[in-house]
């Protein structure tokens, strides 16, 4: 037998070895958005947080178009063409900075973009997507309405006919990056079924009044859509979809993205608390001496790593083309749920200090709140999966 090699030191930031299962290419793609995010976002986020507002984010979309990260696992028309663990490990980084600045970018480019990429026109696509993957253009997507989230096919929101003209009425609501959009993906009932639009935000009866007075996502723009008898020519429909399969497929791509980026909130609050527990001394000795904080710790670092090792076999998996939509519901149910749980635990290490803008656990856990909810909630993907295990629908 070989003599045993030397064993690698531990690395308590990965204690797991996961790095080893990533290529260069992939290392530095999430070298190159961790850097960006703690010059850009890090700094100001706190200030950002505070007074409810995402002051730069033209420019902010600008700047991550220039690095690649709008539409990044999209190819042509000006898209990185990155591979979807790529793609992951920059949900993760910009969500450890803030879970506004991840949904920026999933917005943009998972559901905006991704709707047009996929079942756009060529002269859609030409039109908006090279605008979009730069920054210059900022996008949204409106599918859920006041009354109608989880069960979107109950959408109020109508597209009629008119000559060769599309005339569309209804509201929107809980849509990301909508007051400074340039273009909306709209879905709406037509006597054809449930189609997809995309609607320039100059035109006549489109307005986009942004939603204040909110506990999460403070440092996200987030905004109601209203469609007040919007005309549009023939050509705005997205032709390559009829029916729930355009919208769901869409959140299905950006779902995965949320896989990781929880965990990149999780590991924010993980590095605060064990940063924390190492410094602050009580009884003559620095916390995470003591077995009870050892026991925390313990238990988040397993949750923390097992939710990054799932969102890379997801990853694999997407890149394969073999990936399902119930194994994107079960890593998003699992990651952001123990995401949650990670900076509750985090902010009792932290104790009174927990509740300080000064560190980063509160405002990951409050984000996380919206997380948990949007593009499915817990009950959704629970569904999803209860289905798949027993091949009964529990929906109706």
């Known amino acids: 037998m070989p003599a045993p090699s030397k064993l690698p030191p531990f690395d308590p930031a990965d204690p797991l070895g996961v790095d080893d299962l990533l290529e260069p290419e992939d290392l530095a793609v999430r070298d190159t958005v961790r850097s960006w995010a703690a010059d850009r976002v890090l700094p100001h986020i706190a200030e950002w947080y505070e007074s409810g507002e995402l002051p730069a984010v033209r420019e902010l979309a600008r700047e991550l178009g220039s690095i690649g990260a709008l539409g990044m696992s999209l190819t042509g028309y000006g898209c990185a063409g990155a591979t979807s663990v790529q793609y992951g490990l920059a949900c993760l980084e910009l969500e450890a900075a803030d879970s506004g600045i991840r949904s920026l970018v999933s917005v943009q480019?998972?559901?905006a973009m991704y709707a047009i990429w996929k079942y756009g026109s060529e002269e859609q696509k030409q039109r908006w997507l090279p605008s979009m993957a730069a920054g210059e253009t900022i996008g949204c997507f409106?599918?859920?309405?006041?009354?109608?989230?989880s069960d979107p096919a109950g959408m109020r929101t109508y597209a009629k006919r008119d000559g060769s003209d599309w005339v569309l009425s209804g509201r929107k609501m809980w849509i990301t990056n909508g007051s400074v959009a340039g273009v909306a993906v709209v879905w709406a009932q037509t006597d054809d079924?449930?189609?997809?639009?995309?609607?320039?935000?100059?035109?006549?009866?489109?307005?986009?009044?942004?939603?204040?007075?909110?506990?999460?996502?403070?440092?996200s723009v987030t905004s109601e859509l209203v469609l007040d008898e919007v005309r549009l020519p023939g050509d705005a429909v997205l032709p390559g979809v009829t029916g729930l399969k355009g919208p769901l497929s869409c959140l299905s791509h950006a779902r995965?993205?949320?896989?990781?980026?929880?965990?990149?909130?999780?590991?924010?609050?993980?590095?605060?608390?064990?940063?924390?527990?190492?410094?602050?001394?009580?009884?003559?000795?620095?916390?995470?001496?003591?077995?009870?904080?050892?026991?925390?710790?313990?238990?988040?670092?397993l949750e923390l790593h097992k939710g990054i090792l799932l969102a890379h076999h997801l990853g694999r998996r997407m890149d394969a083309g073999t990936l399902r939509p119930e194994q994107?519901?079960?890593?998003?149910?699992?990651?952001?749920?123990?995401?949650?749980?990670?900076?509750?635990?985090?902010?009792?290490?932290?104790?009174?200090?927990?509740?300080?803008?000064?560190?980063?656990?509160?405002?990951?856990?409050?984000?996380?709140?919206?997380?948990?909810?949007?593009?499915?909630?817990?009950?959704?993907?629970?569904?999803?999966?209860g289905k798949a295990l027993t091949g009964l629908d529990a929906f109706r």
């Open 328 to 385: 994107v519901s079960f890593g998003k149910l699992n990651n952001v749920r123990e995401a949650i749980e990670i900076c509750r635990t985090a902010r009792t290490i932290l104790g009174a200090n927990g509740i300080s803008l000064e560190y980063p656990v509160m405002r990951h856990a409050t984000n996380l709140e919206s997380v948990l909810t949007y593009e499915g909630t817990v009950e959704m993907h629970q569904l999803v999966l």
């Open 142 to 149: 409106g599918l859920t309405e006041p009354d109608h989230g």
């Open 193 to 219: 079924g449930i189609r997809g639009f995309a609607v320039p935000a100059d035109a006549p009866g489109f307005s986009a009044p942004e939603i204040r007075h909110k506990w999460s996502l403070r440092a």
């Open 109 to 111: 480019g998972s559901l």
């Open 256 to 301: 995965y993205g949320i896989v990781w980026g929880a965990m990149g909130a999780a590991r924010s609050s993980f590095e605060a608390a064990l940063d924390y527990a190492r410094t602050r001394e009580q009884f003559g000795k620095p916390i995470g001496g003591f077995q009870l904080t050892q026991a925390k710790l313990a238990d988040m670092a």
